[in-house]
Structures are given as C-alpha cells and as structure tokens.
C-alpha cells in the first residue's frame, strides 16, 4: 500500500467523533479504516472539556489504527461552522515576470494582497476561496497561470472563525498527538461533495443534521455563499424521548436509532416494542406511530428554525431545493417531514463507500476528497508532507501564528505552490 495516497480525516462532532482512513487512487475513494466514538467534552459543535475531548479523539484514533494497522500521526481537520463569517475581499497585483506569464508566484502575491484587510484580534482566517480571477479587465476566469497580461485581480469569499474556538481544537489534536494537514471549514468540504454540480450552481441548501447542533450552508454559483448554525439537534430528539418515555439517556437513543420515524402519517401502530421505565421494574409497551409524533413534533420546530436562519442570513429562493445529511438524516420520514415543513424539494445524501454508507460520515469524508482534489490539482500526493499552517491576519502573508501551530509542526518550510495551495479551497477543478 503506497502510504503517498492516503488521508486521514478527523470530524470532531458534538456527539460523536470520526477518524476515517481513505486511499485515493485514480481518483476514486477506498475507506480502509473507520474510528468512531461517543464525544465527551464537545457541546454544540465548542470545546467545553479538552482533556475528555482529547481522550476521545484518541479513542477514535486507536479504533480505526487497529481495522488498518496503519500509524495516524497527521490528519485533515475539519472545524465548525459555529461563529464563522464570510466576507467579499479583493487582491490587486502587478504580474512579474518579463514575458507577463502568470506564473504561481503570482497567484501567492494576489492572495496575499487578498489578506491585507484587518480582521479584528479575536477571530483567525480559515479558508480563502476564489470566486473569480481577473486578468486585464477579462473577468471570470477560474485559472488565469499561464495567460499573458500586466495586471492580475482576485475576486474571493473570505472565511474566519473565533480564534478561541479554532485554537481550542488545535490544542485538542495536539494533545492527542497529531499533527494537521489541513484544515477545512466542516460544511465547505461537506456540502461541496454531498451537493451535485447542478445543485450547486443553482442555489441550494446544504443541511447537517448532527447531534449537538444543525448546520447549514448554502452554495450558489458553485460557491459557499452563506453558513449559519442552530443549537439544536439530535440529542434534543433522544431527550425529548427519554423524558416522556420515562426511560434512560441511552435506552431512548436506542429507541429512537430502531424504531423512530419523523413522518406520523406513514409510521407504523403495529410495530409494538418494550420500554424499561427508569428506577422501577415496570416495563411499557408503545407503538412507533406514538414516538413518531414525539420526534416529529420536535424535527418540525427544527426545520422551522431552519428557515428562520434562512430567512435570517438573507436566503429567500432555492431552486435547487434542500440536502440533508449528518446522523439525523438516518430517522425514517425525514425526507417527507422536511418538504412538507419547508415546502420544497429534499433530497437526502448518504456517502456511497464501502464501510461508511450512513449520512453522519458525510463531513468526514468529505474532508479526504477535498484534500485529494486539492492535491490533484497541485500535483501532489496525499501524506506526503504534514504540515500545518494557519493563515496569518491583518497584513501579513500565510504563516504559523500561535505556540500551538508551531509546535504542530516547526520543521517544514512551505514553497510558493504550497502556500497558494492552501487557499484555493476547490476552486479549480
């Protein structure tokens, strides 16, 4: 096994946390290792306990070390849309070689020249993504490398993150002993392959349905256009069971996992199945029509709130409809229960990969095809380098800019290609 073709990702989830290993060949995706685990110490997508998030993570790690016998000491870490913003930037440049050729070193200065813009001392930029290259007043052009002109502009969407939040998932894979290869906003990598090139050029919604939290991202013009977060999730659904059911945490959640579904009217009353009643000796018998409205009452005020943050972020059309995906996305129904609610079309996604087919790995493997598609474009394979960098505020160009990324990795220097690969976040295919 040619180790130069895999990728390890890390989604930290607030209810559970996945470590999936991934070979790429000839583009196609083969998961050869899967760790996942009950989080302890993430509430609604934050940090709330490093050193129960660290053994977990560790716990995931050891979990899909053991399927491969493979040694993970570098992943892609994918971070949460919670607090994040997106922001139009412009860089302006002089092309610099004597023949006017854009070469790669032009592309590192018009991204630099992007960056230059204060952002405030509290928040870290996390991605940079093209929306358009500019080339003597030609515009919308995806690779300008290679074409001939005098001055060089970049139109780009510009992604930052609480600085407390990003550094406190840092210090989590640090402490768990890994290095970053990259990093990618969650819902960016996610939605970028769970939606299809129609959808995204179209206007669609992008909605993952995780344990702690919702997530939503809209694409547009096959960019990223809004992103928002909704405290509520799952584990609402399993609360809401546990306290009418009368019945523990976990019983409830396995309940909801076996019988549940979110759409009343096609729920079965002839399915019967036994509760244990918590500190009693009692059992009771339900039916799955009867928590079926327990669930979908709950899930009815979600994709309500679900629109308000639409309405809320300025998203007032889609015509390319709605996409579900994350651990939620499992329940029977949901499909049903959100167009009746949202009152357009939903389609749910599910990865189509030996070893991961359930809605809740879509981020994870998302963040591998977004790294490889990264690499292809580059030229470059997959482990070949573990290197972590975070992208510099203010005016200064990409470098490592706290204790934490430099002790992630101090001995890697970064050529001109690599720094520009960092920000082009799929925007060349």
Same mark, same amino acid.
């Given at each position: 096994?040619?180790? #130069?073709?895999?990728? !390890?990702?890390?989604?930290?989830?607030?209810?559970?946390?996945?470590?999936?290993?991934?070979?790429?060949?000839?583009?196609?995706? %083969?998961?050869?290792?899967?760790?996942?685990?009950?989080?302890?110490?993430?509430?609604?997508?934050?940090?709330?306990?490093?050193?129960?998030?660290?053994? $977990?993570?560790?716990?995931?790690?050891?979990?899909?070390?053991?399927?491969?016998?493979? $040694?993970?000491? #570098?992943?892609?870490?994918?971070?949460?849309?919670?607090?994040?913003?997106?922001?139009?930037?412009?860089?302006?440049?002089?092309?610099? $070689?004597?023949?006017?050729?854009?070469?790669?070193?032009?592309?590192?200065?018009?991204?630099?020249?992007?960056?230059?813009?204060?952002?405030?001392?509290?928040?870290?930029?996390?991605?940079?993504?093209?929306?358009?290259?500019?080339?003597?007043?030609?515009?919308?052009?995806?690779?300008?490398?290679?074409?001939?002109?005098?001055?060089?502009?970049?139109?780009? @969407?510009?992604?930052? @993150?609480?600085?407390?939040?990003? %550094?406190?998932? /840092?210090?989590?894979? &640090?402490?768990?002993?890994?290095?970053?290869?990259?990093?990618?906003?969650?819902?960016?990598?996610?939605?970028?392959?769970?939606? @299809? &090139?129609?959808?995204?050029?179209?206007? @669609?919604?992008?909605?993952?349905?995780?344990?702690?939290?919702?997530?939503?991202?809209?694409?547009?013009?096959?960019?990223?256009?809004?992103?928002?977060?909704?405290?509520?999730?799952?584990? %609402?659904?399993?609360?809401?069971?546990?306290? !009418? /059911?009368?019945?523990?945490?976990?019983?409830?959640?396995?309940?909801?996992?076996?019988?549940? %579904?979110?759409?009343?009217?096609?729920?079965?009353?002839?399915?019967?199945?036994?509760?244990?009643?918590?500190?009693?000796?009692?059992?009771?018998?339900?039916?799955?029509?009867?928590?079926?409205?327990?669930?979908?009452?709950?899930?009815?005020? /979600?994709? &309500?709130?679900?629109?308000?943050?639409?309405? &809320?972020?300025?998203?007032?059309?889609?015509?390319?409809?709605?996409?579900?995906?994350?651990?939620?996305?499992?329940?029977?129904?949901?499909? #049903? /229960?959100?167009?009746q609610v949202m009152q357009t079309r939903v389609r749910i996604y599910t990865p189509d990969y030996i070893g991961v087919r359930e809605p809740l790995y879509t981020t994870a493997v998302g963040l591998i095809k977004y790294a490889n598609l990264e690499d292809e474009f580059y030229g470059r394979s997959g482990g070949s380098e573990s290197v972590y960098q975070t992208v510099g505020a203010g005016s200064t160009p990409p470098k490592k800019q706290s204790n934490t990324a430099e002790k992630l990795d101090n001995s890697n220097k970064t050529s001109v290609i690599n720094k520009a690969k960092k920000l082009f976040d799929k925007f060349f295919e």
């Open positions: 096994m040619n180790n #130069q073709d895999i990728y !390890i990702s890390l989604d930290i989830g607030s209810s559970s946390i996945k470590v999936l290993i991934g070979e790429v060949n000839n583009e196609q995706l %083969h998961v050869i290792g899967v760790g996942n685990v009950k989080t302890n110490g993430v509430r609604k997508g934050a940090i709330v306990d490093i050193d129960a998030t660290v053994q $977990s993570i560790r716990k995931a790690v050891d979990e899909a070390e053991r399927m491969t016998g493979i $040694s993970i000491n #570098q992943v892609v870490l994918g971070i949460p849309a919670n607090q994040t913003t997106l922001q139009s930037v412009k860089g302006v440049v002089a092309v610099n $070689s004597e023949n006017r050729e854009i070469t790669d070193e032009d592309l590192e200065r018009v991204i630099e020249s992007a960056q230059v813009m204060s952002i405030p001392p509290e928040r870290e930029l996390v991605n940079l993504i093209p929306r358009q290259f500019i080339v003597d007043n030609l515009d919308e052009i995806k690779d300008p490398r290679g074409m001939i002109g005098i001055r060089l502009e970049m139109d780009a @969407t510009m992604i930052t @993150t609480s600085k407390t939040l990003l %550094h406190n998932v /840092l210090r989590c894979v &640090e402490r768990a002993g890994l290095k970053i290869r990259e990093i990618y906003l969650q819902p960016l990598a996610a939605g970028y392959f769970a939606l @299809t &090139e129609d959808e995204k050029s179209q206007g @669609t919604a992008f909605i993952d349905l995780g344990g702690g939290s919702t997530t939503i991202a809209v694409f547009e013009d096959d960019l990223l256009t809004h992103t928002g977060v909704i405290p509520v999730g799952g584990d %609402h659904v399993t609360k809401d069971l546990s306290i !009418i /059911l009368k019945t523990t945490t976990e019983q409830a959640e396995k309940i909801k996992k076996q019988y549940g %579904h979110a759409f009343y009217e096609d729920a079965s009353e002839d399915e019967i199945f036994e509760v244990p009643v918590t500190g009693t000796d009692i059992v009771d018998q339900y039916n799955q029509k009867y928590i079926s409205e327990i669930i979908g009452v709950r899930l009815e005020e /979600l994709f &309500e709130l679900v629109l308000d943050k639409l309405a &809320e972020m300025g998203v007032r059309d889609l015509p390319g409809g709605i996409v579900i995906s994350g651990g939620v996305a499992q329940l029977d129904g949901i499909a #049903q /229960l959100a167009r």
